[in-house]
């Protein structure tokens, strides 16, 4: 059981560092690309890959869906947010306090369903996620106050996005809470997926004709193609067996490790000027992220 926990862990430690990768890399490029026409195609072909993986290896396994097909619809609405909300967290706040929020906070919000639920949460991992809480409350008074120098928009708009960053939080928490609930009634992860964006295509798509400013070049079909691949396919399937073979409480803390890795990309591709600030703040996040994992994982092997 223990060394289960320990490849789940993993495996969403590979998801991170793939999305991670993505998101900076994406703040770039979708500056000048229309993101609507990049989300519609770039999951359509998510979605058929994994459409056609369940055909050939696991057609039955369609069936265990349509007798929760409520859960089928929560799961494309949490999607539909988690992706809605990122994008216009994205927008208006740098990419390293945006995923700070969406990833970090994530242990706090799970930690307070568990403990409304009345399931058992070891005081050393509430302890944590309770520096955690007050890191985060700190970070976005400073970037509130100090960092709004450094944006392109006006106090307002940064404190939307602050809250579009909390609510992404929240709908990505309900997303590990569902696939949790699919991978235990053992449905595959493939299945999962391919049923997953089709509420995200169609919102997409209708916003395109509202894109006309912005360009789209036949070039960017091979970048959307690799976001497909790589960043969506490959990146959410690994989450999801990660996700089927740890807790769901081990899956948001190891997310909330994103905020480093993002924050060490963002310095190498971005002229965002160094903060110490920041980056004590969010490595105080992921420092006590780490000990809760290694924590509960030990606590599991006992």
């Known amino acids: 059981m223990g060394e289960r926990y320990f490849v789940g862990v993993l495996l969403v430690l590979l998801y991170v560092a793939i999305a991670s990768t993505q998101s900076v890399v994406l703040n770039i490029w979708l500056v000048s690309t229309n993101v609507f026409v990049m989300v519609a195609i770039s999951f359509t072909i998510a979605t058929a890959v994994f459409s056609v993986i369940t055909l050939f290896k696991q057609p039955q396994s369609f069936r265990l869906l349509l007798t929760d097909w409520r859960m089928v619809i929560a799961f494309n609405v949490v999607t539909l947010c988690n992706w809605l909300f990122y994008f216009l967290s994205v927008k208006y706040l740098e990419p390293s306090v945006a995923v700070t929020i969406t990833q970090g906070f994530?242990?706090?919000?799970?930690?307070?369903?568990?403990?409304?639920?009345?399931?058992?949460?070891?005081?050393?991992?509430?302890?944590?996620?309770?520096?955690?809480?007050f890191a985060v409350i700190t970070m976005c008074i400073y970037v509130f106050v100090s960092r709004s120098a450094y944006s392109l928009y006006d106090h307002s708009q940064m404190f939307l996005g602050l809250v579009f960053a909390f609510l992404c939080c929240i709908s990505i928490t309900a997303t590990v809470v569902i696939s949790k609930k699919f991978a235990t009634a053992q449905i595959p992860a493939t299945t999962m997926l391919s049923v997953r964006f089709p509420l995200l295509i169609v919102v997409a798509s209708s916003f395109i004709p509202f894109q006309q400013a912005l360009t789209?070049?036949?070039?960017?079909?091979?970048?959307?193609?690799?976001?497909?691949?790589?960043?969506?396919?490959t990146s959410i399937y690994v989450l999801q067996k990660g996700i089927e073979?740890?807790?769901?409480?081990?899956?948001?803390?190891?997310?909330?490790?994103?905020?480093?890795?993002?924050?060490?990309?963002?310095?190498?591709?971005?002229?965002?000027?160094?903060?110490s600030i920041l980056v004590g703040l969010v490595s105080l996040i992921v420092a006590v992220s780490i000990v809760s994992v290694l924590y509960e994982g030990n606590v599991i092997k006992k």
């Open 106 to 133: 994530g242990p706090v919000v799970m930690t307070a369903w568990l403990l409304f639920r009345r399931e058992k949460v070891s005081t050393i991992t509430q302890t944590c996620h309770l520096i955690t809480l």
């Open 216 to 233: 789209f070049q036949q070039e960017d079909m091979f970048a959307i193609l690799v976001v497909s691949l790589v960043g969506v396919c």
């Open 245 to 275: 073979k740890t807790s769901s409480l081990a899956v948001s803390t190891s997310l909330a490790i994103s905020p480093l890795v993002v924050l060490g990309i963002q310095s190498a591709l971005t002229d965002y000027p160094f903060s």
